[in-house]
C-alpha cells in the first residue's frame, strides 16, 4: 500500500526510510567533499611547484641566459597547464556538491561549503584552504620581486640605449640661422665631419 504514497508521505509513516535517505544524501555529500579535498590537495601541489618555478625564474633572471630563460617559462607554462585542468575538474566537484546542497554554483566559493564538511573532511578543507590562500600569497610575491627585476633590467637597457643614441648621434645641430639641422650623425664619437 506504500507503493502508491508519495515518497513524503511514505517517510511520515516510516521514521526509517526518512533516516535512510539522510544517511544516503550524506554519504553521497560526503564523497563529493572527498573528492573535492583531493583535487584540493593536487592544486596545493601544482602550486607548490609554481611557487618553486617562480622562486627559480627569480634566480634565472639575476643571472640570464637564453637556455634558463626557455626553461623557466617551459616549466611555469607546464604548471599554468595543470592548473587549468585542475581548476575545470574543481568546478564541476563544487558544481554537484551545490547541487546537493540546493545552493548556486555560480561564485560558490569554499567558504559557504565548510560548514556543510564534517570531521576529517571539514577539517581537511579547511586547511587546504589555508595552504592555497598561502601559495598563493607566495606566488604573487615572487612574481612582484620578479617584475621588479625585470622592470629594472628594462630600465636599464633603455638607459644604455638612450646614452649610445646620444654618443652616436647626439641629436639636432643648429644651422647658422639658429634652425635646427636634423640629419646627419654629430655624436661625440662619430661625426660627419671627422
Same mark, same amino acid.
Given at each position: 500500500?506504500?507503493?502508491?504514497?508519495?515518497?513524503?508521505?511514505?517517510? &511520515?509513516?516510516?521514521?526509517?526510510?526518512? &533516516?535512510?535517505?539522510?544517511?544516503?544524501?550524506?554519504?553521497?555529500?560526503?564523497?563529493?567533499?572527498?573528492?573535492?579535498?583531493?583535487?584540493?590537495?593536487?592544486?596545493?601541489?601544482?602550486?607548490?611547484?609554481?611557487?618553486?618555478?617562480?622562486?627559480?625564474?627569480?634566480? &634565472? @633572471?639575476?643571472?640570464?641566459?637564453?637556455?634558463?630563460?626557455?626553461?623557466?617559462?617551459?616549466?611555469?607554462?607546464?604548471?599554468?597547464?595543470?592548473? #587549468?585542468?585542475?581548476?575545470?575538474?574543481?568546478?564541476?566537484?563544487?558544481?554537484?556538491?551545490?547541487?546537493?546542497?540546493?545552493?548556486?554554483?555560480?561564485? @560558490?566559493?569554499?567558504?559557504?561549503?565548510?560548514?556543510?564538511?564534517?570531521?576529517?573532511?571539514?577539517?581537511?578543507? #579547511?586547511?587546504?584552504?589555508?595552504?592555497?590562500?598561502?601559495?598563493?600569497?607566495?606566488?604573487?610575491?615572487?612574481?612582484?620581486?620578479?617584475?621588479?627585476?625585470?622592470?629594472?633590467? %628594462?630600465?636599464?637597457?633603455?638607459?644604455?640605449?638612450?646614452?649610445?643614441?646620444?654618443? @652616436?648621434?647626439?641629436?639636432?645641430?643648429? %644651422?647658422?640661422?639658429?634652425? %635646427?639641422?636634423?640629419?646627419? @650623425?654629430?655624436?661625440?664619437?662619430?661625426?660627419?665631419?671627422?
Amino acid at each position: 500500500m506504500t507503493g502508491d504514497l508519495p515518497e513524503d508521505r511514505c517517510a &511520515m509513516l516510516n521514521p526509517d526510510l526518512q &533516516m535512510i535517505h539522510e544517511t544516503e544524501g550524506r554519504a553521497d555529500l560526503d564523497s563529493l567533499l572527498g573528492s573535492l579535498l583531493s583535487v584540493l590537495r593536487k592544486e596545493i601541489e601544482i602550486y607548490g611547484e609554481l611557487a618553486e618555478a617562480v622562486a627559480l625564474e627569480a634566480d &634565472m @633572471l639575476r643571472k640570464p641566459s637564453l637556455e634558463s630563460l626557455h626553461e623557466s617559462n617551459a616549466r611555469k607554462e607546464t604548471c599554468i597547464l595543470k592548473t #587549468r585542468l585542475l581548476e575545470e575538474v574543481r568546478a564541476k566537484t563544487v558544481g554537484r556538491i551545490a547541487a546537493a546542497l540546493g545552493l548556486d554554483e555560480r561564485g @560558490l566559493k569554499l567558504q559557504a561549503i565548510l560548514p556543510h564538511a564534517q570531521g576529517d573532511l571539514g577539517r581537511g578543507l #579547511r586547511d587546504c584552504h589555508r595552504e592555497l590562500r598561502s601559495l598563493a600569497d607566495r606566488i604573487h610575491e615572487g612574481n612582484l620581486r620578479n617584475r621588479g627585476l625585470l622592470d629594472a633590467s %628594462l630600465e636599464g637597457v633603455r638607459a644604455g640605449t638612450e646614452f649610445l643614441g646620444n654618443l @652616436l648621434g647626439g641629436g639636432a645641430t643648429y %644651422l647658422d640661422s639658429g634652425a %635646427l639641422k636634423h640629419n646627419g @650623425l654629430s655624436g661625440r664619437i662619430c661625426s660627419e665631419r671627422g
